[in-house]
Structure formats: structure tokens, C-alpha cells
């Protein structure tokens, strides 16, 4: 295994004069912080980036050293979805630097100068926000340090500013034949003032360099093993730990006998912790071999005991009675009981592990002064504030390093910051030693936090023309903020908006439409899912959208477009993809085509998925057009992964994943029984991108949610037979 040492040195502090301290190591330089409220921003007021005295705080740094190089502190984690190209791009643009300059650097953890602009004084990463919260804040950062670079070189060589040029890196004056780079001006640059940011002028985008250009990105370490993720850290005397969950839900420690693994080669200590038993050994081998050789008798007295067909049971008898009212547009009673036709359909759509490529891990140090974290960091300040709640400090005493993360898909933002706290029980119970604690992909697969389980009952109506008339929807299924530092935000009049985004925002024209929510409280634990709610909403209302066209006889796509005559970007997309996918064109024998558009996190998506059937039900999806709209393209090769890696990512439950329990217990415990997509499975998919002047939304979660309809409209068509429930298996399309 690559090990690789992680050099200790003071993490960035939160006030100017440690920043500047540890930003010496560059030399003489010009260090910038920034912070710009501006419609692209405006859920953050300019009041929010002042503290008590009236003093500016800023929350995002730019670093030009002495060598020209440009350091940028990036306040986001990188997991993949290529946030640090992104906001990399965003200052290259505006500072007119060179590609290569550009080294990001993850930002420390302090909400007041890092916080995520759309959430407040709070910072993390998560809602495919980063882009779109940070588009205004680092292009200003770049053209702000560019301009005081500009003017300290119009004061050495005595011209106007207006005669001088910067060009990837390079500053220039053509009438003198004067140029330097960056770290010729920086020291000058330095002392002069922060030009008011009514001052500073930012591109035209027919001026772009970068943005909306393809360029390297900048996490391209992971192809040669000089990226550092958690696992690859190494500190003197670190111990590595493994700990024994409950079997079930809700259960705890009754009783442990520890003496055959204490005598096992390797191993340190075991200690109990709130989360169960934990083994300290010198390597996770080691710690692994001897947890398997600890005796545990489990209190499961108030244990979660229900398996999966009892929970569909009682959560289809819970649809069919009244929730609380979400959406209520019209007269729904009125409306159904007008109605020509009326159809109806229950969806079951199953618990869903996150398993991202790396599994759950954490560094942990707890000392006398505080404690120290090494991972890959999501959520800064719930996490921060977690920490020092249990260990009795200050959240300033709890220094979080970010490291990169092997995906996430909402895992390691967990509200409740539970793999952090379980690291930091075993670390405090060995004071000054490292400790990292490592989830095998069993532990990952097993410990919960999973996309809840949900039902959905529908009532749909059409009228003589074949107008929808009515819609009925009622979701049962738990809440993933209920009981969380977010609850306050997210729960209204004790409606999540998480369960019931997609449907109760929908933009289809029903006169009468009525969104109902059951949340119901389950020990299952359960966490935010690529998407959110919208993992399960877009599949029940874009197959029920297609299933009441069919009864309506009338085309998939004309359906949508009239219903979404008053919303041109939901149409855009849906038109763009139906054209690149030839829709209406004939098809081989056994194979159908399907539709389905889905608007989240402000980005939208439709997608055409073709699939192939054979006789005894196997299936295949064969290709799949993605139209995305998510406003000013910064990154298109970024776009396209992460609309390719979504439709992947979104194809597994389709066709393979599901977390079922019996008896409380959970059935699946690794890749062989949970299957994620393989390689073999994937589609050919073509990516277009709507060109767009509108703020840029983001892309990490939003080709998720189409591409499970899509599949679905598409086995329809090809086999006449309607699916309610996820995965769709090869038996049910012959049944």
C-alpha cells in the first residue's frame, strides 16, 4: 500500500497576522482576502461579512509569492465533482494568470472568512453549491489582485495603467517594451491599498480565457499517487483503529470479553466507546484480525427489529391515510371527482448505501490544547462545533486539515458528524497519540446513514381532453434533517423540504395539486443521498408524468412542453435532448426510448435513455442524451463528467442497488450483494451543454435524478409494462 507522510505544520489560522505568518514561507508577496455579497450572492447580506467591532471579515484568500506562484485557499472540499479546477478557474480568469500558476490550497475551518455564501455563516460543501456560490467572490479576488498588480508596475515604470497589459502571468507595456511576471510586483503590490471593489471592472464573457474553456484540471494528483487522502497519512507513533458496531440498529454494549484480542499480534487496546468497541493496533490488518476475535453480548432491548417487507407494509398504509399538506393548489377532491379518467399508483423505492470509493475514515489527535483532524472535510462547522461540544473545548481549539475525499454523495456531510465523533472517542481516550480509525467497506455498507426508504401513493386525473386535472401525492418516509443542527431551516410547520423538493415545486400546469408528507421515525439512520429528495421524487413524478400521458394518448415530450408552457428552461433542456436523441425516430425490435426532466439545485437536466430487452427480461441501457442547463458554463469538462458520472452513479439503483433488512439486521454487506454499476453496464452517453448567460448553478448532484425515470419510460416503451418500484429486475419485465 502507498504510504506517504504528511509533513506537520501549523494549519492556517483564522487572523491576519497567522496568515501571513504561515504565507511567508513564499516570500514577499501579496495576500488578498475577499468577501462580495452581489446578486449572484444575495441569501448573504454585506452585514453578514462584519463582525461585532465593524471590522471586515473576509472568506476567501489569494496569495501571489515572490516566485510568481499563486496560492488560492480553497474553502470547499474536493471529492471528485472538481470544485478546486472550478473556483481555480474563476481567479485565473480574472488575475489573467497562467494555468500553471494556479496551486490550490484547502482553506482552515472559520465560517466567518470560508463560509459558503448561500448558507449563511456556515461553512461546507454540499447542494452542488460551490460554483454558484463562490462565482462573484473569486472572480473579484483575481481581478482585485490583478489591478494592484497592475498599478504597482504603472508606479515602477512611471506610465498609465490604462497602457499596460497582463496576459497569462505576464505584465506588459508595449510602448516602453517593459514587462515582469507576478512576483516582480507582488512585494510593491503589497503595500498599496485594496482598490474599492466599485472600482474593479470584471471580464466581458466574450473576453474569457478560461471560463467555459476546457483546461487541466487541478486535482490530476489522484493519476499519479501524489494526491493525499486520509488513508495516506502517517504520523509518529499513529495508531490505527477498527471498531465493532451493534449488529442492529438502536442496540448497545451489554458486555465485552477483549482477551483473545488483546493477545493478538499487533494490537494496543481495546476501549468501548459509544459507538461500540474499538481496537488500537499497530496497522489496520492487525486491527481488523483481532476485532473479529472480540466477544460482545449486545443490548437489543430497545433495538430496531423490522425487516424491509414489513416496513413497505406499514409505510403503504400510512400513504393511505392524510398526511400534513405541503403543496394544496385548487380543489383536489373537486378536481378528481371531474375528472374522464383517473389513475392510480403506489411507488416503493428502497434504502441506498452511499458507497463511495473510499470509505469512511478520520485521523484524530486530541491534546491538552485541543484536538487535530485529517480527512476529507464536508461539513467544516457542524463538524468543528461537534468535536469541541464532546470534548468540552472551544471550536477554535479544533483544527480540521482537508484533505481530498474519494466521493462523498452527502456521506461525509453528516449533520450529526457521526464518524468524526466516533474517531475522536477512541483518540481521547489516548491523549497527544494519533489515531486513525478505518471503516472497511463492510463497515461502511453496514453502519447506516443510508437514502431512506420511501412510499409513494398517487391519484392522477385527466379531463375529456386529456389535460391533467388533478394530482394527488402523498410521500411516507423519513426524515433526513429531522433531529439535526439543520432542522430549523429545513422543517416547516414539521414538513422537511428535502422529502418532498421535486414534487411539492414541480412546474407542471395542474390546476389542482395536492403534496402531502407522512415522516415517520425509524433507528434505521439515515443521510442525505446524492440529490436529496430529488433521488426519489423525479422518479415517481416523471414516470407518473409519462404514465398519465400514455392515458392521455398523447407523445412523452409534447405532454411536458404544453404543461411547462410558462418555464422556457425546463422546456430548453427538454427540447435539446429530445432533438440530439432523435426522438420519434424508429427503433430496433425489443428496444425503447424514455424521457424524463428534472429541475435541482437550480441546474436542469432531461435526459433520453434507449434501452435494449430480451425476451427473458434482461435489459440493457444502451445510450442515454443528457441536455443541462446550469447557467454560465464555467468548467464544460467538468459539466460532462459529472452529468456522465451522475447518470452512473443514478444507474445503479436502477438496475442493481438497494439496502434491505431483516429482522433489523442489514443484508447487504460489500459489493457483492450491494452492486453498484459496473463497467459493463454503462452506456454510451452525449453530453450537451445549453449556453447561458445566467448565474452558474451546480453540477454535482444534478444528473442524478432523471436518469432513473428516463429508464423506466424507456423499459415502458419497449415492454408495455409500468414499474413502480426500484431496482427494476429482469423477472419483472416478463411477469
Same mark, same amino acid.
Request: include cysteine; hydrophobic fraction near 40%.
Given at each position: ?11 492556517l ?47 476567501a ?99 498609465p ?46 473576453e ?15 493519476t ?6 486520509t ?40 476501549v ?21 476475535l ?63 470509493m ?53 456521506r ?27 471503516w ?20 392522477g386525473?385527466l ?5 391533467? $386535472? *388533478? ?5 411516507? =418516509? %423519513?426524515?433526513? @434533517? /429531522? ?105 430496433p ?19 433520453? $435513455? *434507449? ?5 427473458? =427480461? %434482461?435489459?440493457? @441501457? /444502451?445510450?442515454?442524451?443528457?441536455a ?34 431483516q ?33 452558474p ?30 431496482p ?8
Amino acid at each position: 500500500m502507498r504510504r506517504m507522510y504528511f509533513q506537520e505544520q501549523p494549519l492556517l489560522h483564522t487572523n491576519r497576522r497567522d496568515f501571513l505568518k504561515l504565507m511567508g514561507g513564499m516570500g514577499a508577496g501579496l495576500t488578498l482576502g475577499f468577501s462580495t455579497p452581489n446578486a449572484l450572492a444575495a441569501a448573504t447580506p454585506a452585514s453578514r461579512h462584519l463582525n461585532a467591532a465593524g471590522e471586515f471579515t473576509p472568506n476567501a484568500f489569494l496569495q501571489i509569492g515572490s516566485d510568481s506562484q499563486v496560492n488560492v485557499l480553497m474553502k470547499h472540499l474536493e471529492m471528485g465533482q472538481g470544485t478546486f479546477t472550478g473556483l481555480a478557474s474563476l481567479v485565473a480568469e480574472e488575475l489573467d494568470a497562467a494555468w500553471e500558476q494556479i496551486n490550490p490550497i484547502p482553506a482552515p475551518a472559520d465560517p466567518k472568512r470560508f463560509n459558503n455564501l448561500l448558507w449563511g455563516e456556515f461553512q461546507g460543501t454540499g447542494g452542488s453549491s460551490a460554483i454558484a456560490n463562490a462565482f462573484m467572490q473569486m472572480r473579484t479576488a483575481g481581478a482585485t489582485a490583478k489591478a494592484m498588480l497592475v498599478q504597482a508596475a504603472a508606479n515602477q515604470w512611471q506610465v498609465p495603467v490604462t497602457e499596460i497589459v497582463v496576459d497569462r502571468g505576464v505584465i506588459s507595456h508595449a510602448a516602453s517594451s517593459k514587462q515582469g511576471v507576478f512576483g516582480d510586483f507582488a512585494a510593491a503590490a503589497a503595500n498599496l491599498p485594496i482598490p474599492d471593489s466599485e472600482s474593479i471592472k470584471l471580464k466581458d464573457p466574450s473576453e474569457f480565457i478560461y471560463i467555459g474553456k476546457r483546461v487541466t484540471r487541478k486535482d490530476v494528483g489522484k493519476t499519479d499517487g501524489t494526491a493525499i487522502f486520509t488513508q495516506d497519512i502517517q504520523l509518529d507513533g499513529m495508531l490505527t483503529a477498527v471498531v465493532a458496531h451493534p449488529p442492529r440498529f438502536g442496540a448497545t454494549v451489554k458486555s465485552f470479553d477483549a482477551s483473545n484480542a488483546l493477545a493478538a499480534d499487533g494490537v494496543v487496546d481495546v476501549v468501548q466507546i459509544p459507538q461500540g468497541i474499538a481496537v488500537l493496533a499497530s496497522d489496520y490488518w492487525c486491527g481488523k484480525k483481532a476485532r473479529d476475535l472480540l466477544q460482545i453480548e449486545w443490548d437489543e432491548t430497545n433495538a430496531f427489529t423490522q425487516g424491509s417487507a414489513e416496513l413497505e407494509a406499514e409505510y403503504l398504509a400510512l400513504s393511505e391515510q392524510d398526511g400534513l399538506v405541503a403543496r394544496n393548489d385548487g380543489d383536489i377532491d373537486a378536481g378528481l371527482s371531474g375528472a374522464t379518467q383517473q389513475v392510480a399508483a403506489s411507488y416503493v423505492l428502497p434504502f441506498l448505501a452511499h458507497a463511495a470509493m473510499e470509505p469512511l475514515n478520520c485521523v484524530a489527535r486530541v491534546t491538552k490544547d485541543g484536538c487535530e483532524i485529517w480527512n476529507g472535510e464536508q461539513l467544516h462547522t457542524a463538524d468543528q462545533m461537534a468535536i469541541a461540544k464532546q470534548l468540552g473545548i472551544q471550536p477554535d481549539q479544533v483544527k480540521l486539515n482537508m484533505l481530498y475525499a474519494g466521493g462523498s454523495f452527502g456521506r461525509r456531510a453528516d449533520s450529526t458528524s457521526d464518524y468524526l465523533l466516533e474517531a475522536v472517542s477512541i483518540a481521547e481516550q489516548r491523549p497527544g497519540t494519533a489515531v486513525k480509525m478505518i471503516w472497511s467497506r463492510e463497515d461502511d455498507t453496514l453502519a447506516g446513514k443510508y437514502r431512506p426508504m420511501y412510499v409513494h401513493r398517487l391519484r392522477g386525473g385527466l379531463d375529456a381532453e386529456g389535460n391533467i $386535472a *388533478a394530482w394527488q401525492h402523498h410521500i411516507v =418516509g %423519513q426524515s433526513v @434533517v /429531522e433531529g439535526s443542527p439543520f432542522e430549523a431551516f429545513l422543517i416547516k410547520d414539521g414538513i422537511d423540504s428535502t422529502s418532498v423538493e421535486g414534487v411539492a415545486t414541480m412546474p407542471y400546469a395542474i390546476p389542482n395539486l395536492k403534496v402531502e408528507l407522512t415522516t415517520t421515525q425509524k433507528q434505521v439512520t439515515v443521510q442525505w443521498w446524492r440529490s436529496v429528495g430529488h433521488s426519489h421524487t423525479a422518479f415517481v413524478v416523471e414516470t407518473f408524468i409519462d404514465l398519465l400521458a400514455s392515458q392521455a394518448g398523447k407523445d412523452p415530450v409534447d405532454f411536458r412542453m404544453q404543461l411547462l408552457a410558462k418555464h422556457p428552461r425546463w422546456q430548453g433542456v427538454l427540447k435539446l435532448a429530445a432533438e440530439k436523441a432523435n426522438w420519434g425516430a424508429p427503433l430496433p425490435k425489443g428496444w425503447g426510448r424514455g424521457i424524463a426532466v428534472h429541475e435541482s439545485f437550480s441546474t436542469y437536466v432531461a435526459q433520453v $435513455a *434507449a434501452v435494449s430487452v430480451q425476451a427473458n =427480461g %434482461q435489459y440493457k @441501457v /444502451e445510450r442515454v442524451v443528457c441536455a443541462v442547463d446550469c447557467g454560465v458554463p464555467v468548467n464544460p469538462d467538468v459539466i460532462k463528467a459529472q452529468m456522465e458520472g451522475g447518470i452512473g452513479f443514478g444507474l445503479g439503483p436502477v438496475i442493481n442497488s438497494e439496502i434491505t433488512l431483516q429482522k433489523g439486521k442489514v443484508t447487504e454487506t460489500n459489493f457483492h450483494n450491494y452492486q453498484v454499476l459496473r463497467i459493463n453496464q454503462m452506456p454510451e452517453v452525449e453530453v450537451h451543454i445549453v449556453p447561458s448567460t445566467e448565474p452558474p448553478t451546480g453540477v454535482g448532484e444534478p444528473g442524478v435524478p432523471p436518469i432513473a425515470p428516463a429508464v423506466a419510460n424507456a423499459l415502458s416503451a419497449a415492454t408495455g409494462k409500468r414499474f413502480y418500484r426500484l431496482p427494476i429486475k429482469p423477472e419483472t419485465l416478463t411477469m
